[in-house]
């Protein structure tokens, strides 16, 4: 046994620290990781973590890899061969809910393991909404499904995800083996992704529930008791001045908003248009009763008892759009108040509810609400001015309610047979062991760069930094953990626990531990925190590291039970109005399941 000395224990402590900060986020997870770094290299005497060593997850290969990965993403994303096949699906579903959900299922998973799982599904969640209410299926039935099906996927190819390339490289450092190759654990993977994918057609749709009703989302976000119809008398104050200035004077002063000038048969947005308010106009206006009720007794306007408001009215294809939008976790909004946003002056966008991640909705008094990630928001503006939204880094356009926005969006870019020729050579060099896959995906994103497939801020803008900030941050944890003897302490008692177990019982219980880790903190930390214990405890019963190293490396992809393990199952929270519940409803027999089917098949394929 090993002896249990002060850097240990510091280690220890700070690991416990980490992963509570983890859990409470009290901090960003990247702030947390940065803190890591500053503490090892202070605590150098204890934890052994030289300035280099502190600094080596920066350089590590899995990290530059995975920087790169994103950038040949987004080259992907911008050719709009996605979004293609987002009308496809439309063109041969014909309104059935399996075929709907068996293309969405079969699409994502091979898609996202060539290319990052999260801008996929960032793309596909506004067309699977929109094909809902075509089928008139709820989102409800369909977002986690897209969201498992891509994390299965991530289990296809070593780039799938993040994870797979930390834990290449991990294992690497673990064993003096060469990292994991292109396509060695995709007989695992396939196996993997087709029992999973069954299990989303065939048992997920009976315990998903309909939180959201489809086609009607003023209805699921409770809006249309603050939404009213006024009508504009020739004697009100209001005729002849300028639309716009109204609604701002109004939003300023009652806290009600003029979302919509009806004139004749024409719709215009109040806040963006410079026409003059006329006569028996209708406006569209959102606030409290009694706020609504205080303008019309102001504006001499006449209030409209029978006219209902609902999608229809706050969408229309010419002018007005009705959008849906998701804050992501790596959002530089956080922590501001809508009013900081300014949505209204740059977008001409209207907040009309909130809900937030654990399912509570906000419908006035929007200008103090604090943004937090997984917010959902809905709201209203012009088609035009959706573009840049659509565009932003700090928000995910959920839904669109538009069809006419699908297809404007579903055109090739000229680029595109540059931009897949770039990836499928990356791939193939790395396969073939040519050269290095960090040195191929570097390559890639050269060469995307230079032959126009990708500007060189789009690249940057790509990135998720804060995964990339994470990263650095816990490998030179784990790396700590194996330079005290932190790791050799923790696999003796493993070890002397498990002595009596059979080593395939020992290897499930590695998948099932680093699969709650990934729920509860993130896959990449857990990844890099558990595998090189579970490859020592291997080589302590006298079993194949390999196997233990993918058993880690599967589990990580797998945060199936929580929203906020995995970014994509935080992207569909919303969207789908999901509960928590829901995620350990449906992940947790879906994690059981993959335990036993990923342990017997490392079993089947590799040995033990």
Request: aromatic share 6%.
């Amino acid at each position: 046994m090993v002896a249990i000395t002060t850097g240990i224990l510091v280690v220890f402590a700070l690991v416990v620290v980490t992963m509570i900060l983890f859990v409470t986020e009290a901090a960003p997870p990247d702030v947390t990781a940065i803190g890591v770094i500053v503490a090892l290299v202070v605590l150098e005497p204890w934890t052994q973590v030289t300035l280099q060593i502190g600094l080596s997850g920066f350089s590590n290969a899995a990290t530059i890899t995975i920087l790169a990965m994103y950038a040949l993403s987004e080259g992907i994303r911008q050719t709009g061969a996605i979004r293609r096949l987002g009308i496809a699906i439309s063109q041969i579903t014909h309104g059935s809910e399996s075929r709907l959900l068996a293309s969405i299922v079969g699409l994502t998973g091979p898609i996202a393991g060539i290319i990052n799982n999260t801008p996929v599904v960032a793309v596909f969640i506004p067309m699977v909404s929109d094909l809902a209410d075509q089928t008139r299926v709820s989102p409800s039935k369909l977002l986690i499904p897209l969201s498992y099906a891509s994390m299965l996927g991530g289990t296809l190819t070593l780039i799938g995800t993040a994870t797979n390339l930390v834990a290449s490289e991990a294992y690497a450092a673990a064993t003096d083996n060469p990292p994991f190759s292109m396509f060695e654990f995709t007989p695992l993977g396939i196996l993997v992704f087709i029992v999973g994918a069954v299990y989303l057609l065939t048992v997920a749709p009976r315990l998903l529930p309909e939180r959201v009703e489809p086609g009607n989302r003023t209805a699921n976000y409770g809006v249309q008791p603050f939404l009213a119809r006024v009508l504009v008398p020739s004697r009100s104050p209001l005729v002849g001045n300028s639309a716009s200035q109204v609604a701002d004077d109004v939003h300023r002063d009652l806290n009600v908003d003029v979302l919509d000038v009806l004139r004749g048969g024409e719709h215009f947005v109040a806040a963006e248009t410079d026409r003059n308010i006329e006569g028996r106009d209708i406006l569209t206006v959102r606030g409290d009763s009694q706020r609504i009720q205080q303008f019309c007794k102001l504006a001499e306007l006449r209030f409209l008892p029978r006219a209902s408001v609902t999608d229809a009215e706050l969408d229309r294809p010419d002018r007005v759009a009705l959008l849906e939008l998701v804050v992501p976790r790596d959002s530089g909004l956080i922590g501001d108040t809508i009013g900081e946003t300014r949505l209204r002056e740059r977008y001409d966008a209207t907040v009309l509810a909130v809900r937030r991640r654990g399912g509570d909705l906000i419908r006035e008094h929007f200008r103090d609400v604090e943004l937090r990630a997984g917010d959902s928001l809905l709201l209203q503006t012009t088609h035009e001015t959706s573009q840049y939204l659509r565009e932003a880094d700090d928000f995910i356009v959920t839904s669109e309610v538009s069809e006419d926005v699908m297809e404007q969006n579903g055109t090739l870019s000229p680029t595109a047979f540059r931009a897949f020729a770039i990836v499928a050579a990356v791939i193939g060099l790395a396969a073939l062991g040519v050269v290095p896959i960090a040195v191929a995906a570097l390559g890639g994103v050269v060469a995307m760069v230079a032959t126009d497939c990708l500007s060189a801020s789009d690249a940057y803008d790509a990135v998720s930094w804060n995964v990339i900030f994470l990263l650095a941050g816990v490998i030179p944890l784990g790396r700590a953990l194996q330079l005290t003897g932190g790791v050799a302490l923790i696999a003796d008692i493993v070890g002397d626990v498990t002595v009596f177990f059979p080593i395939v019982a020992v290897l499930a219980a590695f998948y099932l531990l680093t699969g709650l880790l990934a729920n509860i903190i993130t896959p990449v930390a857990s990844v890099v925190l558990v595998i090189p214990i579970a490859i020592d405890t291997a080589q302590q019963l006298g079993a194949d590291p390999f196997g233990f190293a993918i058993a880690v490396t599967f589990a990580g992809s797998t945060a199936f039970m929580t929203p906020i393990g995995y970014q994509t199952n935080l992207m569909v929270y919303g969207p789908g109005g999901y509960r928590f519940t829901d995620y350990l409803r449906v992940g947790g027999p879906l994690q059981l399941l993959l335990t036993v089917v990923t342990t017997l098949g490392i079993v089947l394929l590799w040995g033990v």
